[in-house]
T-cell receptor, first 112, second 120 residues
Framework: SQQGEEDPQALSIQEGENATMNCSYK?????LQWYRQNSGRGLVHLIL?????REKHSGRLRVTLDTSKKSSSLLITASRAADTASYFC????????????FGGGTRVLVKP | KAGVTQTPRYLIKTRGQQVTLSCSPI?????VSWYQQTPGQGLQFLFEYFSETQRNKGNFPGRFSGRQFSNSRSEMNVSTLELGDSALYLCASSARGWLEGGTTQGDTQYFGPGTRLTVL
């Protein structure tokens, strides 16, 4: 079963707009990681946020984590056509070692 | 550093056959995990190896097995292939495990490009 649920399942925006996607999970976690996947290829790591962190930035990406609500969000600012991809959140818990439990993903289409 | 590499990239097999997939982690990484990705089930964890020992296993039948070598390279094997085994198989490496020095909240997992397995 999947730990995370992502919302929305799909998102279509114009180049230059911001894209926000959310991830909710069910159990307490130690970290949450966001990944990007282009057309059924490998996963590209974007950001890891730990349970004691509330916000992290990397370039045009901003990730927040609210452990009280068991949710995280990924914001992509000033989107580009190259940001078109599927985005996945994945949670890690200490008891499960390095196992990641993935959400279903958000498909993002950035139109030029 | 070179990234995670997986071979082969594409594979076509028939039902009943067996297959072996290979994963070379990032140099210096000791943990290798395997995942199966299908349109219906999404990304699911298969197993994790660390220092040649399986440390965690997902909910897959015994036809799925793996191993890790002393150089951290890992292989996974699927015996008696079924149509439902058609999937993208991804491996991920990370530098340390939970019990290794310094980290108490997990490490970044870096994924390879995957092996696309088609079972006919």
């Amino acid at each position: 079963s999947q730990q995370g649920e992502e919302d929305p399942q799909a998102l279509s925006i114009q180049e230059g707009e911001n894209a926000t996607m959310n991830c909710s999970y069910k159990t307490s976690i130690n970290n949450l990681q966001w990944y990007r996947q282009n057309s059924g290829r490998g996963l590209v790591h974007l950001i890891l946020i730990r349970s004691n962190e509330r916000e992290k930035h990397s370039g045009r990406l901003r990730v927040t984590l609210d452990t009280s609500k068991k949710s995280s969000s990924l914001l992509i600012t000033a989107s580009r056509a190259a940001d078109t991809a599927s985005y996945f959140c994945a949670t890690g818990i200490k008891a499960a070692g390095n196992k990641l439990t993935f959400g279903g993903g958000t498909r993002v289409l950035v139109k030029p | 550093k070179a990234g995670v590499t997986q071979t082969p990239r594409y594979l076509i097999k028939t039902r009943g056959q067996q297959v072996t997939l290979s994963c070379s982690p990032i140099s210096g990484h000791r943990s290798v995990s395997w995942y199966q990705q299908t349109p219906g089930q999404g990304l699911q964890f298969l197993f994790e190896y660390f220092s040649e020992t399986q440390r965690n296993k997902g909910n897959f039948p015994g036809r799925f097995s793996g191993r890790q070598f002393s150089n951290s390279r890992s292989e996974m094997n699927v015996s008696t292939l079924e149509l439902g085994d058609s999937a993208l198989y991804l491996c991920a490496s990370s530098a340390r495990g939970w019990l290794e020095g310094g980290t108490t909240q997990g490490d970044t997992q870096y994924f390879g490009p995957g092996t696309r397995l088609t079972v006919l």
